[in-house]
């Protein structure tokens, strides 16, 4: 298995910046080959929406329109972590931000996806 952790969320005005984090890493004796690393939001009575992905190999990323121009998510390969910048923050960004893990083993091309705990953050008016 794999355990994903999210860091970095709190509280912040509207029109700042925050920067989450997310690391990575196997829990058993296999050795995990990682495919993409993702984020994921969900607000307060809403369904759980993607934010934006980070394939491993190659580094190719793609974004939900609603946050496009103003998210930006960017690796550590050597790490096996992944961030997600966020600028210009609005209050509609308020919901808890979870990292998405797609990893498979040197023993198996089945690919298995991961979820961290989520990390809550909050945009103030």
């Known amino acids: 298995q794999v355990q994903v952790v999210e860091s970095g969320g709190g509280l912040v005005q509207a029109g700042g910046s925050l920067r989450l984090s997310c690391a990575a890493s196997?829990?058993?004796?296999?050795?995990?080959?990682?495919?993409?690393m993702a984020w994921y939001r969900q607000a307060p009575g809403k369904e759980r929406e993607f934010v934006a992905r980070i394939n491993w190999s190659g580094g190719s990323t793609s974004y939900s329109d609603s946050v496009k121009g103003r998210f930006t998510i960017s690796r550590d390969s050597a790490e096996a972590t992944v961030y997600l910048q966020v600028k210009s923050m609005k209050p509609e960004d308020t919901a808890i931000y979870y990292c998405n893990t797609g990893a498979h083993t040197e023993h198996s091309m089945l690919v298995r996806q991961y979820w961290g705990q989520g990390t809550q953050v909050t945009v103030s008016s």
């Open positions: 196997g829990r058993t004796c296999s050795t995990y080959i990682l495919d993409w």
